[in-house]
């Protein structure tokens, strides 16, 4: 059975860090893009970063770039992401996610549709 499990979340006051992990189970995906998204309350899921199989290539949302990094093992099942600096904003509930994008020139994705297979959530609360 195909599992990823977000572990970290918590409440902490703006300024404040966390670091999220996810753990990968049930087959490999050592071969997929990773990717972290966030729900906040009433607004649509959004991304916030993503990482190629082998860690070298990373790309992150405006919203968090500066601020937060997405890390992996090569070819590893467990992402993390590290958030610094938060801010109230970055509240919401944030979900890991892994695609199989199947491609040698494509090896990463913001696009919520090209990711397979989801966590249950960790929720991420800033206050100020």
């Known amino acids: 059975q195909v599992q990823l499990v977000e572990s970290g979340g918590g409440s902490v006051q703006a300024g404040g860090s966390l670091r999220l992990s996810c753990a990968a189970s049930?087959?490999?995906?050592?071969?997929?893009?990773m990717g972290w998204f966030r729900q906040a309350p009433g607004k649509e899921r959004e991304f916030v970063a993503t990482?190629?199989?082998?860690?070298?290539?990373?790309y992150y949302s405006d919203s968090v770039k500066g601020r937060f990094t997405i890390s992996r093992e090569k070819a590893g099942n467990t992402v993390w992401l590290q958030m610094n600096s938060l801010k109230p904003e970055d509240t919401g509930v944030y979900y890991c996610?892994?695609?199989?994008?199947?491609?040698?020139?494509?090896?990463?994705?913001?696009?919520?549709?090209?990711?397979?297979?989801w966590g249950q959530g960790t929720q991420v609360t800033v206050s100020s």
């Open positions: 990482i190629d199989w082998s860690g070298a290539v990373t």
């Open positions: 996610a892994a695609a199989a994008l199947r491609s040698s020139i494509v090896v990463i994705s913001i696009n919520l549709d090209e990711y397979e297979y």
């Open positions: 049930g087959r490999s995906f050592g071969s997929d893009a």
